[in-house]
Every structure is written in structure tokens, then in C-alpha cells.
């Protein structure tokens, strides 16, 4: 064969694996209906959940360099309608007035202690809070989180099983003003509003998110706390929850607020980010791909590693081989098949995206459909985010926590917020 033709049957081939993997996760269409079933409000129906103990929850806040968002952040948490709690803040070690401002909440707020350290990453904030809490449910929440009143609440019901060993909640994007952040906030209604009801209906939920996430205290004592050594703490942790026996719950109504990257630079570091600490996960545990003693959840993370890294690098390369196949006459395909494929795939994107909007009831947010055209190009940006995380992982770069620039910016409904603070 020559050198073009082993590139035409490349990209075939490699687009029937796009294609075919693709067409695998429209199965997560009726899954998530069928979770917006089950788990319909019914006060006739008396479901058991930890709810109904009324355990103590031990809201963890990590922060370096949060001045411009935490007293919001912490004033929110503190209007839930939840009020058996405490609240936790750790400085890690911030160049600028983090520390006074927690040091001040505390002083003001009886459920309110503040713990100070020397910088040492996101991990270590976390395991600080985590020897200080004295609650029976942890809940980790990043400094721009901004809470509605029942979060707390919605939370605590996803616990109603007993190996529900962690509940993630349903984050949103809070600054709506640049069109960046619009596109990301119609985006990330596929992720919160499709994907995480039909893994979590399937038990194989794989991250409690970051920015709102509990666990069973003793769970994460028992598994020994967050790892210090990944980019991806929330996301390793939650596999050791499901090595030990346990699953993940999604709660779609347990809401907060966060702030979205709002510049380039600052979307390409949290891509990375992101992708190295999958990377570093899959890495880490590596041997519970495909075993039958974790079930589906086995089975799931290895669907899991081709879509999110071997997918995205191999969209990259028949991007990088089409326009000479193309140049040369040598196209896989006809050019008016490729832009009816092109335009099919669009129209799918579009469908799904209202869809997963309609899920989550948030559809002022179609507001934001005009971005549509800026979603291919996003698609191609996060490949090569990944692309990039894979090459520093191989050249073991310092992982550092490359945490994002805030703004303070809400963009959210006053219903939302302790105080009068929206604005659009």
C-alpha cells in the first residue's frame, strides 16, 4: 500500500471508531429519562435517605488567592435551609487577603472555623479540613461556589441507600458574561443534565465533581482521605469509593453556582488540568479497568479512556490528514457527503444540547444557542488540551494547582443568592 492509501483507510477506519462510539452514548438519552422517572418529586412516596437523621455536614472550603469570592461563597452556604453544619475554611497559604477575610467569617459566624497552612496544593487543604471536621457527612465545595437555599438538603437525600457512598450535585456556570462562558453554560447541560443522570442510573458515575461533592465522613477516612499527588483529587477519590464497594448518586437539584473560565488561558489551563488528572487516575488505578469485581463500573472505565483519550487524539489526527487527502483528490469521502455528515452532526450536537437543557429545566439558557458555531471549534480545542496534557504527563512536568483567575462576576437569579447580589 502507499503512503496514501494507508492515510484513506487511517481515517475511515478511525472515523467508523468515532462514529461508533458516538453512537453508543446515544443510549444515554432514555437512561437519563428514565432517571428523571424514578427519582421524580413524589411526597406520597417516602423514600429513606440520611435526610431524615439529620447528620451533622462538614462543608469543606479550601482557597488560595480566593478574596475576590469567598464571603459570598460562605455567606451562601450559610443562608441553606439546612442548619446542622459547620463550616470549614483553609487557607492554603494565599499571597493575598484570603486568610483575614476567613480569619474575620470565623470570628463572625459561630459555625464558622477558619485553619491556616503553608502552601501545599489542593489535596493537602482538603485532608486539613477533612482532620478538623467533625461531621458525619463531608461536603467539599471550591471558594466560588455559590449555594442555593436547599443544596444542602438535596444532597443529604441522595444518600438513600446504603452503599451510596458519595453524592454529586449539579454545578452551573455563575459568570454569564462573556460569550465564552454563555457557550460553556449551554454546553454543560449534556454533562450535568444527560450524561450524569444515565451513568448514575447505571451506577458508573465516574467523578463527584469539585466544586459540590459529599461523602460519608467515615468512608473517606476509611479510604484515606484525598491523594496530594494528582491534578485530580476529586476524580481518584471517587474510584476509591467504588473500589470499596460503594456507588456515586447524581443529584440534579443539589445546585451551585461557579465561575466558568472566562479567558482562553484560563479554559486551556483547566482543560489540562482536567485531562492530566484523568490521565493520573488512569494511571493510578489502572487495574480496575475492566474487572468484573467492580462491575459495570469495571466494564465502564474502559468505554471511559478510549472516549475521553484515545477519541479525542484520534479526531485530532484525521483533522490533521483530511486537507491533504482532500488536496491530493484523495478524499475518504465525497465532499457533499462530508458536509451533509458535518451538518448531521450539528443538528445532533443542537438536539441533544436542548434536550439535556430541558432535563434541567434551565432553558432561558437557550438564550445562548447562537453559540453553535463556536462549538466545533471547542471540540478541537479540548484535543488539544488533552494532546498537551499527555506530553507534559510523559515529560513529568510539576503538577501544580493552576487554579483559576476569579472575577467575583454573578450572573445568577437573586432567587439564588443569601443577599441582593445578582446582576446579569
Known sequence: MT????????????????????????????????????????????????????????????????????????????????????????????????????????????RVRFLSQENAGKGAALNRGISAAQGDVLMFVDADGIFAPDTLMHMLEGFDHAKVGAVCGDDRPVNLNRIQTMMLAVLSHVGTGLVRRALSLLHCLPIVSGNIGAFRSDLVRQVGGFHEDTLGEDLELTWRVYKAGYRVRFQPNALVYAESPSTMGGLWRQRVRWSRGLIQTLRMHVGMLGRHRYGLFGMFLVFNAVTMVVIP??????????????????????????????????????????????????????????????????????????????????????????KL????????????????????
Open 313 to 402: 487524539v484520534l479526531q485530532l489526527a484525521i483533522l490533521a490528514v483530511l486537507p491533504f487527502l482532500y488536496i491530493a483528490g484523495s478524499g475518504p469521502v465525497p465532499g457533499e457527503v462530508f458536509a451533509i455528515l458535518g451538518w448531521l452532526g450539528l443538528f445532533v450536537s443542537l438536539t441533544l444540547v436542548v434536550f439535556s437543557v430541558g432535563l434541567n429545566r434551565s432553558w432561558r439558557d437557550l438564550r445562548f444557542l447562537w453559540t453553535l458555531p463556536l462549538w466545533p471549534f471547542y471540540s478541537v480545542f479540548v484535543g488539544l488540551a488533552l494532546a498537551s496534557a499527555i506530553v507534559k504527563e510523559v515529560r513529568g512536568s510539576p503538577a501544580r494547582w493552576n
Open 405 to 424: 483567575q476569579r472575577t467575583g462576576v454573578i450572573s445568577v437569579t437573586a432567587d439564588v443568592l443569601p443577599r441582593s447580589e445578582a446582576r446579569a
Open 3 to 110: 503512503l496514501l492509501e494507508v492515510a484513506v483507510a487511517f481515517v475511515q477506519v478511525g472515523g467508523l471508531v468515532i462514529l461508533g462510539f458516538g453512537m453508543v452514548k446515544i443510549v444515554y438519552v432514555p437512561l437519563a429519562l428514565y432517571f428523571n422517572r424514578l427519582y421524580r418529586p413524589n411526597p406520597a412516596r417516602h423514600r429513606y435517605s440520611v435526610l431524615s437523621e439529620r447528620p451533622l455536614v462538614s462543608v469543606i472550603v479550601p482557597g488560595y488567592n480566593e478574596a475576590v469570592v469567598i464571603t459570598k461563597c460562605v455567606e451562601s452556604i450559610l443562608a441553606s435551609r439546612y442548619l446542622r453544619m459547620e463550616v470549614i475554611l483553609v487557607d492554603d497559604g494565599s499571597t493575598d487577603a484570603t486568610a483575614s477575610i476567613m480569619a474575620g467569617l470565623a470570628e463572625q459566624y459561630d
